[in-house]
Structure formats: C-alpha cells, structure tokens
C-alpha cells in the first residue's frame, strides 16, 4: 500500500502547488492531542498522509521545483534506501557489518576515479573516501582534523585555539562558520572575505592572501581554508589552482565544497572547475543534490585518512576485535563524528549501476540544456537583466524595469518573487550577492522537462505583467 501511494504520488505530483499553501501551527489542529493506546489500521495511517500531511509539504521532487539547489530522486535511489531500511544495519565497524565498509570504500573509489579526482584522494593512493550525511558533517569533521594537527604543532590549550584562523569569503555557505564555531574557533577568527561581481563573486586570491598576511603579522595562526565550487547565493567558483597556492606557502588546510556542483565533474566538460584541486587537503560533494541518490549521502574524500582518525577514533573495549586490532580494515566510526552509521553506500552504488555512467552525463547536461534555454529567454526581454553569467544549471537574474537604482529594484524583485511563489505552479528562491537582490532559478528536480522551464518563464513574465512597479516604487 505504501508503494502505491508513492507511485501515485509521483504520477500526481504536478497537480499539487509546489510550495505549500498551509499557515504556521496548521497540522497540530488537526492529529489528536497524545498518541493512541490502541494500533490503528495503515488504511487510516494512509489516509491521514493525503488529507494532513501532503497539503503541508513543499513538493521538492516536484518538476517545477527551482529553489534552492535541487535534492534529487530515482528508483534506483529510493529502492536503495528501501534496501537500507529493511537490512538495517549499523556499520560503525568492519565487523559490524564487513559488506557495509568495503561496499562504501569501492563506492568511493568508482566515484573519485568518475570525478578523475588525483590518487592521493583514493584508497588506491593511500587516501579514501566516507560517506556522510550532510556537507554539515564533513565540514566539521575535517575543521576538527586540521584544528587537531595544528594545535599539535603550536600547542593545545585556549591560548593555542584562540590564535587559530579559518578563512571563507562571503557566498561560503553557512554551514562553514557553524562548524567552525562547534571546534571553537572565535567568532571574531572566521575571517570572511568579500567577493565582488568583478570577479562573478568567486574568492579572489589576492584578497585570501592579505586577509592570511595581516593575521600572521598580529601573531595569529592561519588554519584552515573553505573553498566552493558552486555557490550556494550564485553558483560561484572560488579559483582553485591560486588559492591552493596560498595555502600551501602558510600551511593552511584546504576543503573544497562542491556539494552542489561536483556532480557535473563527471562531464568531461566540467572537469576543469575543480583543477587545482591536487592542492587540498579534502573535497567533498552531495549526491543526494543533483546525482540521482535520495538524502542524505555527502561523499568526502580525504588525502591524509590518519588525520581524521587521530580525532575522531574511539575504542572502547567493548567494541574492540580482531579484525580492528589487526589494523587491516576500515572502521568508518573513527572517520565522523557520530558512531552509529547508515548503509547510505548502497542506494549510490545502485545509482551507479542502474543508470550507468553515459546516462548519469545525460542527466546532468540535460538540465544543463534547460537553464542555458532559461537564460537566452531571459536576455531577450529588456525588462530583466542576467545578474551573472549562468553557471552549471541554475540561472540569476532580476527585473530591472522602472527601478531607478539597485535599492528600488530590489524591492521589485522581493515583491515579483512573492507573487511568483504565491501562485503554486512554480517555486524559486532568491540570493543577494554584492547588494544585488536576484532570483535564482535552480533546474535539477529529475523530473523536470524543457516544457516546464518554458512554463515557470510563462509565470515570471505574467507576474511581471501584472505588477504595479510604479506603486512599489512610490512606496
């Protein structure tokens, strides 16, 4: 039965608005007050999801979703995570379920190799890879490597972790300086440098290196550097090759987020956003964004595995064995922070076969297709302008029509936005970059098709149509 509700679902989805339409509190009028004493039947369980539930949900697998950055499905996905639910097991350790860690280390070596990540990122060149959560939970555990390695040079202590320095610029997502603040590192040392439009808001290495110049000369210590490939606000690219270059002269950790983005690395023809990459430290991307695999699965990729295990290793005796004492196995418990783990490797390695590699390009350079489709329909109307140069599958842009200055604009854009979303046949989200206010529209829902991304310019310009600029701007 719940098969059927979800193939249902999926063959109903576009009938639904895609951003729900449903007011704060709204559901805890409508279950009981406690839990029954008594089991009640999946037909009534059933039933309570389509009349409570499905009303409150944004529909995210919907094809006309284009917020944010897209979280992507398959069967192969879902059969997968179906497969992990029903085996169950906790592969903290090699022996807690053997099939579950070596599965996980092949995994990460096909993708690494499908990415033409260097060796040294592979278990066939003394690195490896871990699959994780979210890019949330590699980013804190690579801060917490670099932190540790560090502190072993200058010394642990307050005094030692107060002089540490972290670096990002200002489209770095937030997860960034939320890790940072779980290591403790001061607020006051996330040193943020701004990105401008001059350089498509990617981070500009001479900036890193007067940011890194200026700490040292007040007797701080330069840590640890996140890099971007694919921005969060506008799919940005921070330029590898030269900020690895400065990282490496000051001893500086680099990860490279691609959590978006690295997917279109197994293109040949994107490749080249991540060179320079042979100069991190760590690299990571999420599969469960734009590669056909449900939430979660972020894959990190590590040259120096010893590193996180000398910070995150814990052996009790109670777990202690054989195998593990041997020390020629993988116990992914002492790669992350928490200890129980899910078999998150098998819905991937199921994507990966069921799909195979030409049809995973094809997927990904069809959406590709989509948004450059977007971007040429948006240059050819003089009432909006295309903020940036489109990058990968996702499009910025704003109406730039009677507004005087950026500031009225801005407003324009917030209120089209409203209304766009507000008529539930499309859902986008917005950024602001530089002071610019923009849309974004972020094409990678596995279902949508080219007619849909004809239809949400259909809603934008009907919006447009519609709106009163000169009242807003009189207001």
Avoid at 124 to 139: D, F, H, Q
Avoid at 460 to 468: G, K, L, N, S
Wanted: glycine share 8%.
């Amino acid at each position: 039965m719940v098969i059927d509700f979800i193939a249902d679902y999926y063959n109903n989805i576009e009938h639904y608005p895609v951003l729900s339409q449903v007011k704060p509190g709204y559901l805890r009028h409508l279950l009981p007050r406690s839990a029954p004493l008594a089991a009640e039947p999946i037909e009534e369980i059933i039933k309570d999801i389509e009349t409570h539930i499905i009303p409150g949900i944004t529909h995210w697998q919907h094809p006309a979703h284009f917020a944010y950055f897209p979280c992507t499905a398959s069967t192969a996905g879902i059969l997968g995570e179906l497969l992990t639910a029903g085996l169950n097991v906790v592969g903290f350790s090699w022996v807690a379920s053997p099939a579950a860690t070596e599965l996980e280390a092949i995994v990460m070596d096909w993708l690494g190799e499908l990415l033409n990540l260097p060796k040294p990122f592979l278990f066939s060149g003394n690195g490896g890879g871990v699959i994780m959560g979210t890019t949330c939970e590699a980013l804190l555990a690579t801060l917490v490597a670099a932190r540790d390695r560090k502190l072993a040079e200058i010394g642990e202590g307050e005094i030692g972790i107060g002089k540490l320095v972290v670096y990002c610029s200002d489209q770095t997502h937030c997860a960034f300086a939320k890790a940072a603040k779980i290591v403790g590192i001061k607020q006051g040392n996330v040193r943020v440098v701004p990105a401008s439009k001059t350089t498509s808001f990617g981070l500009c290495p001479d900036e890193l290196v007067r940011a890194v110049r200026s700490d040292r000369d007040r007797g701080l210590v330069p840590l640890f550097l996140c890099a971007t490939v694919g921005t969060t606000p506008t799919a940005a690219v921070d330029p590898l090759l030269p900020l690895c270059r400065v990282a490496r002269e000051h001893d500086i950790w680099v990860h490279v987020d691609a959590a978006y983005a690295g997917a279109a690395c197994v293109c040949p023809e994107f490749r080249h956003v991540i060179d320079g990459v042979e100069g991190a430290d760590s690299f990571s991307l999420n599969a469960h964004k734009w590669f056909l695999t449900t939430l979660d699965c972020c894959c990190l990729w590590v040259k120096d595995p010893s590193a996180l295990r000398k910070s995150l290793s814990t052996n009790p005796e109670y777990l202690r064995n054989q195998a593990s004492d041997e020390g020629g196995v993988i116990d992914y418990k002492d790669w992350q922070v928490t200890l129980s783990r899910r078999f998150r490797c098998l819905k991937l390695w199921m994507v990966l076969r069921s799909n195979g590699v030409a049809n995973l390009r094809n997927f990904l350079r069809s959406h590709v297709r989509m948004a450059e489709a977007f971007e040429k329909l948006v240059a050819e109307d003089a009432r909006f302008e295309i903020v940036v140069p489109r990058r990968f599958s996702m499009v910025c842009f704003r109406m730039v029509a009677g507004a005087r200055h950026d500031g009225v604009a801005n407003l324009v854009n917030k209120k089209l936005l409203e209304s766009i979303n507000g008529s539930g046949r499309v859902f986008m989200t917005h950024a602001v970059a530089g002071g610019i206010y923009m849309l974004r529209l972020a094409v990678g829902a596995t279902l949508t098709e080219a007619r849909h991304v004809a239809e949400a310019w259909k809603v934008v310009r009907e919006q447009a149509d519609a709106m009163d600029v000169e009242g807003i701007v009189g207001c």
